[in-house]
């Protein structure tokens, strides 16, 4: 059974930095991408960006919007992947899901997600 | 603002069909077959429905079919259930090899 489970999430300060971890099984974990999604409370789901596996040399995209502040990192010995987000702005407040992706299709759909982790950036 | 256009809600009764619309661009929906519907339960994690414009993963009930003309695509459940009230999103993969989604739909069933 193909799990997921996002961690590290928590209150966070305007200007700060968090970690999200996103732990994998069920599926070979060093041969797909890993995506992430958030959603605001009361807003609608937004691609945040992919982290590929090294078969496609680990290349990440990340949407316009968190280009920058956001970084994807994966360990395959440890079957995770990671969210560093950093300068860390209110409206950054939301749940992010990870999600498991078929590396070699872009046309795969986004079918397994994660329960998601909270983050909330306030002072 | 989202990239996809949605209405913000679509209510009908029980037994009844709907439709969500869902508008894009010649760089999303418009080129490729590549569209996913997903169904939002309060406090749930999304649930695929529809991929590839038209298909169901296993165990989807077949009350959900999705097509697609030109840049819009659409998702349609007919024999509206009560469970079947939740928020519905788009997404589909773009020529920029990102992914959007559209803004949701919230369904009511009356």
């Known amino acids: 059974e193909v799990q997921l489970v996002e961690s590290g999430g928590g209150l966070v300060q305007p200007g700060g930095s968090l970690k999200l971890s996103c732990a994998a099984s069920?599926?070979?974990?060093?041969?797909?991408?890993i995506h992430w999604v958030r959603q605001a409370s009361g807003k609608g789901l937004e691609w945040v960006g992919r982290i590929r596996s090294k078969a496609n040399s680990v290349a990440t995209t990340y949407a316009a919007s968190m280009k920058g502040r956001f970084t994807f990192s994966r360990d395959d010995s440890k079957n995770t992947a990671y969210l560093q987000m950093s300068s860390l702005k209110t409206e950054d407040t939301a749940i992010y899901y990870c999600?498991?992706?078929?590396?070699?299709?872009?046309?795969?759909?986004?079918?397994?997600w994660g329960q998601g982790t909270l983050v909330t950036v306030s002072s | 603002q989202s990239v996809l256009t949605q209405p913000a809600s679509v209510s009908g009764s029980p037994g009844q069909s709907i439709t969500i619309s869902c508008t894009g661009t010649t760089s999303d929906i418009g080129a490729y077959n590549y569209v996913s519907w997903y169904q939002l339960h309060p406090g749930k994690a999304p649930k695929l429905i529809v991929y590839g414009v038209g298909d169901r993963p296993s165990g989807v009930s077949n009350r959900f079919s999705g097509s697609k003309s030109g840049n819009t695509a659409s998702l349609t459940i007919s024999g509206l259930q009560t469970e079947d009230e939740a928020d519905y999103y788009c997404s589909s993969y773009t020529r920029n090899d990102t992914w959007v989604f559209g803004g949701g739909t919230k369904v009511t069933v009356l």
């Open positions: 069920g599926f070979s974990f060093s041969g797909s991408a």
């Open positions: 999600i498991r992706h078929n590396d070699f299709w872009s046309g795969y759909p986004l079918a397994d």
